[in-house]
């Protein structure tokens, strides 16, 4: 396993946290902190901060994603937005299947894969999680859980669009709660992972697909995950809403 054919990639989920003016004031800390960092940074922002995340960061080493895309171009879907309005409003990455999106929303691994072609067919880079809850943990079928999630959402998904495909493996017991998998927890998981993608595309396309770590990352736990041969960054939640965090988490990344 070669770690030098991937970059790593820091992307922070905002969530639902940041008003436009909010988050102007965040990025225009973040600028410079990305500028050296020998690493991908990419901020998933609500619907509203997009416009102004766009434009501060262009001509930056930041990149701008959103939270979630529908899988239809247009049409009665109230409250969703399409690939389209996304690319068109300079967004190069979204989020997809995040545990939220599918314990509060009713995503399934089918609206997950739905969503997954829509982005990719636009030019996108997705972000797609998965990850198993506590009890599935516990009952053993860690694995069973991720790989039927991964094979799932990328269904109908080329060797070619993988290219464009970042997986963000995310235990849903470590989200928000301070929990942290262990670091042999996540890089094992995340090696299966990529046995998975290996048993589906071949040994050239899962060296070079980007593996996340996401769960509760911060400045104290990133450099030990980071340091592992098969986490390739992180999708940071709460870490990413504070620059200092966000700088050391960049930092662990380079």
């Not at 766009?54 to 239809?72: D, E, M, R, S």
């Not at 997954?116 to 694995?143: P, W």
């Not at 290996?198 to 340091?227: F, H, R």
């Not at 098969?230 to 939640?237: A, F, P, S, T, V």
């Amino acid at each position: 396993m070669n770690k030098t054919l991937r970059t790593p990639v820091i992307a922070g989920n905002w969530k639902m946290n940041k008003t436009a003016s909010e988050a102007e004031i965040l990025i225009k800390e973040l600028i410079p902190l990305a500028e050296n960092a020998a690493c991908e940074t990419v901020i998933c922002v609500p619907f509203t901060d997009i416009s102004t995340a766009v434009t501060l960061t262009k001509g930056t080493k930041i990149k701008v994603g959103a939270q979630n895309v529908h899988f239809k171009a247009s049409g009665a879907f109230t409250g969703e937005i399409s690939a389209k309005m996304l690319t068109e409003a300079g967004v190069t990455y979204v989020v997809i299947g995040h545990s939220e999106r599918r314990q509060y929303f009713n995503e399934t691994d089918l609206t997950v894969n739905r969503r997954t072609k829509a982005a990719l067919e636009a030019g996108l880079t997705v972000i797609l999680c998965v990850g198993e809850m506590l009890s599935e943990r516990e009952d053993g079928i860690t694995e069973t859980v991720v790989e039927l999630q991964t094979v799932a959402a990328l269904t109908g998904i080329t060797a070619e669009q993988m290219k464009n495909v970042i997986i963000a493996y995310e235990p849903v017991w470590a989200i928000g709660t301070g929990k942290v998998a262990t670091d042999e927890q996540a890089e094992e998981v995340c090696a299966f992972i990529r046995k998975v993608l290996e048993t589906k595309y071949g040994k050239e396309t899962a060296d070079k697909t980007v593996i996340q770590y996401g769960g509760s990352m911060n400045p104290k736990n990133a450099a030990g995950l980071l340091a592992k041969e098969n986490i390739d960054g992180g999708l940071i939640g709460g870490a990413s809403l504070k620059a200092d965090d966000f700088k050391a988490l960049l930092e662990a990344a380079s």
